[in-house]
């Protein structure tokens, strides 16, 4: 089975801290993802790495970057983190192109 | 703009009775189509996959797609208080890309 797991399931932060985000996979997928989550909004993709080191910007990027050092690792950074990025983050791996993505556990970020 | 389109809901239905979800997609080059099941507070998990035209059982669901009219459906039958959720769509782009486009989930109520 894949496994997709994520640093935290609840965090909370202030204004202006900077915010890491981690994710594992145990399958040895290509592809890594990263979403967030709101009511009425659905999920929306914030970067996706197609490789070690590759990434690519999703529709929502601003406020945020990526890291990809390690095949099985994929982090999202918060530089400076604000209120209006209080949401569920959603991070999901897949094998290849048209497969199956895989969703970790989600982290719930409040930020005050 | 690529769009995937679902009825918000909710949509009740008496338990042991046959809940139907649909979804349309507007690109017609979009070759894979995915059910999500996402509990409240809980990630996405997969219920089914559909890549060609037609239908695809698994247990009491059924995936419908219709390409030419740009229309895949879930049918759940025999539905049980526990296929409460939200259910999302999500369909990947051409051939060569990597992503998906969600739609926003229908919340499902069965009701006992």
């Known amino acids: 089975d894949v496994k997709v797991t994520q640093s935290s399931r609840y965090l909370v932060k202030r204004t202006g801290e900077k915010v890491f985000l981690e994710c594992v996979q145990d399958?040895?997928?290509?592809?890594m993802f990263w979403y967030r989550q709101d009511p009425g909004l659905g999920l929306r993709l914030i970067y996706f790495?197609?490789?070690?080191?590759?990434?690519e910007k999703g529709d929502i990027p601003e406020g945020y970057s990526v890291s990809r050092e390690k095949k099985e690792r994929f982090s999202l950074i918060l530089e400076s983190a604000s209120t209006n990025q209080t949401s569920m983050y959603l991070c999901?791996?897949?094998?290849?192109?048209?497969?199956?993505?895989?969703f970790g556990p989600g982290t719930r970020l409040l930020v005050l | 703009q690529k769009e995937v389109e679902q009825n918000s809901g909710p949509l009740s239905v008496p338990e042991g009775a046959i809940a139907s979800l649909n979804c349309t997609y507007s690109?017609?080059?979009?070759?894979?189509f995915f059910w999500y099941r996402q509990y409240s507070g809980k990630s996405p998990e997969l219920i089914m996959s559909?890549?060609?035209?037609g239908d695809k059982e698994d247990g009491r669901f059924t995936a419908q797609l219709n390409k030419a009219s740009q229309y895949v459906s879930l049918l759940i039958r025999d539905s049980q208080p526990s296929d409460s959720a939200t259910y999302l769509c999500?369909?990947?782009?051409?051939?060569?890309?990597?992503?998906?486009?969600f739609g926003t989930g229908t919340r499902l109520k069965v009701l006992a």
């Open positions: 399958m040895d997928h290509e592809n």
């Open positions: 999500a369909v990947t782009l051409p051939s060569g890309t990597y992503k998906y486009i």
């Open positions: 999901a791996s897949q094998r290849g192109g048209q497969e199956t993505q895989y």
């Open positions: 559909i890549y060609s035209n």
């Open positions: 690109d017609r080059g979009s070759q894979s």
């Open positions: 790495s197609y490789d070690v080191k590759m990434k």
